[in-house]
């Protein structure tokens, strides 16, 4: 509990810019002449950082500052965890040559899964498909990739610590302006641990990346507040 009470607090203090003004939320477009700052303006607390996340498959090339990164990070191992274990690895990936290897061995394994038996399309026109949906998700400056030790002092509790320190980062992410998604299938394990040599010691929670979107994607319809809440017993 005092874990979760003090990243809270870093979040509030170290995070959040508190002196912007609220401002409500602006799609931004390759054309939009918005600069970060406006789109930081957008999350000037902790409840609208909440409430303006989204998950963002596009990206703009714009570089993002080392001193960021760090900030990032350094909010997402303030999340909570069993027995202070702090299990985590954050491998940070802005080699162009490694996102592109990654990429293709990617394309390669959608691609490889095409049946002309059952596909509605030619097997070119799949592939062109599958290329614009890794392009897009390829299309960021940087990667995180969350990891948890399995030789950590409690592995059986990685699978709660691991997702904990993924929300921090892409709540951190996105009061700094930037766009994150919680990747897990769509670029599996078994491709980050090749391309990036990462131990079978490792378990990977999810790589997201990191960068300005082309455009924030709308708030998708959420259920009412009243169905997620129950009071004394079920």
């Avoid at 401002?23 to 930081?40: A, H, L, Q, W």
């Avoid at 990164?69 to 027995?83: E, F, L, N, Q, V």
């Avoid at 709308?218 to 259920?223: D, G, I, R, V, Y």
């Amino acid at each position: 509990m005092k874990n979760l009470i003090f990243g809270i607090w870093f979040l509030l203090t170290a995070v959040v810019p508190a002196q912007v003004k609220t401002i409500g939320v602006t799609p931004v477009s390759p054309t939009s002449p918005e600069t970060k700052e406006s789109i930081i303006a957008q999350t000037s607390n902790i409840w609208d950082v909440f409430n303006h996340r989204r998950s963002v498959r596009k990206f703009k090339s714009d570089s993002i500052p080392e001193t960021e990164i760090i900030k990032i990070i350094d909010a997402a191992r303030m999340a909570p965890t069993s027995g202070n274990q702090q299990p985590w690895k954050f491998l940070v990936v802005r080699d162009r040559n490694k996102i592109n290897q990654m990429k293709e061995a990617c394309i390669k394994r959608v691609v490889g899964r095409y049946d002309k038996n059952t596909m509605k399309e030619t097997k070119e026109q799949f592939e062109e498909k599958v290329r614009i949906r890794f392009g897009n998700y390829c299309s960021a400056p940087v990667y995180i990739i969350i990891l948890t030790d399995n030789k950590s002092m409690y592995p059986d509790y990685n699978h709660w610590d691991g997702p904990m320190a993924a929300g921090y980062l892409m709540l951190a992410a996105r009061a700094l302006g930037y766009g994150t998604v919680f990747i897990t299938d769509a670029i599996p394990e078994s491709v980050t641990k090749e391309v990036f040599n990462i131990p079978d010691t490792y378990t990977r929670v999810c790589i997201t990346p990191l960068g300005v979107p082309v455009e924030w994607p709308k708030s998708p319809e959420k259920k009412k507040l009243e169905d997620f809440i129950l009071y004394e017993k079920f």
